[in-house]
T-cell receptor, first 111, second 114 residues
C-alpha cells in the first residue's frame, strides 16, 4: 500500500494552544495536501503545498514539507473549539492524478 | 461552488444484495474517485476515473466495480454485498490541471450490510 501515516493518531489540547500534526508518505510526489473532516462528514480542502515548496501559510495554518524525509507537518496556531475535527494529509504522486490519503489525526480542542 | 452529491447519507442492505452508490458533480471535472473510510485505516482508494468510460483500480478494488457513462456521474457497485463492506463511502472529484488541484468531496454514504 502507498498509504501515508499521520502522527499522532489523536491529539487533545486547550483552546488557544498550537496543534502540530505530522504526515509521512512513501512515494515521490507532485504535491501534498491537507484536509479536514468534521465528524461523519465529507472532507474539506485546507491547503496544498507543491513538491518544490518548503513552507506555506494560510490564515492560522502553516504547512512545511521535507521531500528528503518524505514528511510534512501542519501547524494550527491559536486553536479554537471549532478546529475539533480529523485532519488528513493526501499526496498526489508524480505522474498521476490520484490522491492517496493518510490515516488521519483526530484533534480535540477543549474550550 | 463545486458540489459533489452522493445519493444517500445512510443505507442498509442485506448480504448478497447488489448495491449501487451514486455520485454526481456539477463542475465538469475530469477526475472522479471512490474511497472507503474505516476507523484507524483512513481513506483507501477503491477506484478512480479520469474520463468518461475510463477507470482504474485503486488500492482495494476487490468486490467493487464502477461505471462512468456520463462525465458528471460516477457509480460504485457492490456486486454482492458482504458484511466486511460495511463502511463510510466517500466520492470526490477534481479537475485535471496538471495535478496541482484539490479534490472536492461529497458528504459520504454510511453503508451497513446486515
Amino acid at each position: 500500500s502507498q498509504q501515508g501515516e499521520e502522527d499522532p493518531q489523536a491529539l487533545s489540547i486547550q483552546e488557544g494552544e498550537n496543534a502540530t500534526m505530522n504526515c509521512s508518505y512513501k512515494t515521490s510526489i507532485n504535491n501534498l495536501q491537507w484536509y479536514r473532516q468534521n465528524s461523519g462528514r465529507g472532507l474539506v480542502h485546507l491547503i496544498l503545498i507543491r513538491s518544490n515548496e518548503r513552507e506555506k501559510h494560510s490564515g492560522r495554518l502553516r504547512v512545511t514539507l521535507d521531500t528528503s524525509k518524505k514528511s510534512s507537518s501542519l501547524l494550527i496556531t491559536a486553536s479554537r473549539a471549532a478546529d475539533t475535527a480529523s485532519y488528513f494529509c493526501a499526496t498526489a504522486a508524480s505522474g498521476t492524478y490520484k490522491y492517496i490519503f493518510g490515516t488521519g489525526t483526530r484533534l480535540k480542542v477543549l474550550a | 461552488d463545486v458540489k459533489v452529491t452522493q445519493s444517500s447519507r445512510y443505507l442498509v442492505k442485506r448480504t448478497g444484495e447488489k448495491v449501487f452508490l451514486e455520485c454526481v458533480q456539477d463542475m465538469d471535472h475530469e477526475n472522479m474517485f471512490w474511497y472507503r473510510q474505516d476507523p484507524g485505516l483512513g481513506l483507501r482508494l477503491i477506484y478512480f476515473s479520469y474520463d468518461v468510460k475510463m477507470k482504474e483500480k485503486g488500492d482495494i478494488p476487490e468486490g467493487y466495480s464502477v461505471s462512468r457513462e456520463k462525465k458528471e456521474r460516477f457509480s460504485l457497485i457492490l456486486e454482492s454485498a458482504s458484511t466486511n463492506q460495511t463502511s463510510m463511502y466517500l466520492c470526490a472529484s477534481s479537475p485535471w490541471t496538471g495535478g496541482h488541484t484539490e479534490a472536492f468531496f461529497g458528504q459520504g454514504t454510511r453503508l451497513t450490510v446486515v
